[in-house]
């Protein structure tokens, strides 16, 4: 899904890697057999609306744009049919789209936000935070 032979990876995030970014990690999850429809569920038609605040989001966690205003905790706690392995394909995702866009070392700050996100809306989840694989 993300296109890699056409890009030098990123040094220093900006509105066009972040939209990127964004883009890229929404294809695969719609894409994945077990996120597609969940998400598709929550957002139904609103897909450019939904990337859009992720746009945002994003572009205020790594640009400090604070063009995101929003609620995530709540939005998500909302969502029916939430899996404890679901984060985990989450942040393979993640992983894998932050590391087809930017240098190592920007792909590992994103995925630290997103760990401290996954954990946060675990535990609302389920009551506490997910065991580490032995």
């Not at 056409?6 to 900006?14: A, G």
């Not at 992720?54 to 790594?62: A, G, H, L, R, Y």
């Amino acid at each position: 899904m993300i296109e890699t032979q056409h890009f030098s990876l990123i040094e220093q995030p900006d509105a066009e890697s972040v939209h990127r970014l964004v883009h890229g990690f929404y294809a695969e999850v719609r894409a994945d057999a077990e996120l597609g429809p969940l998400f598709d569920g929550a957002i139904g038609d609103h897909w450019d609306t939904h990337l859009a605040r992720m746009v945002d989001f994003w572009s205020t966690v790594m640009l400090g744009a604070r063009s995101f205003r929003g609620d995530v905790f709540s939005k998500h706690m909302a969502l029916d049919g939430v899996q404890p392995g679901h984060f985990a394909t989450w942040l393979q995702l993640w992983q894998r789209t932050t590391e087809a866009i930017f240098i190592p070392e920007v792909a590992r700050e994103l995925q630290t936000v997103a760990h401290g996100i996954a954990r946060n809306l675990f535990r609302g989840y389920f009551g506490h935070l997910p065991e580490r694989a032995h």
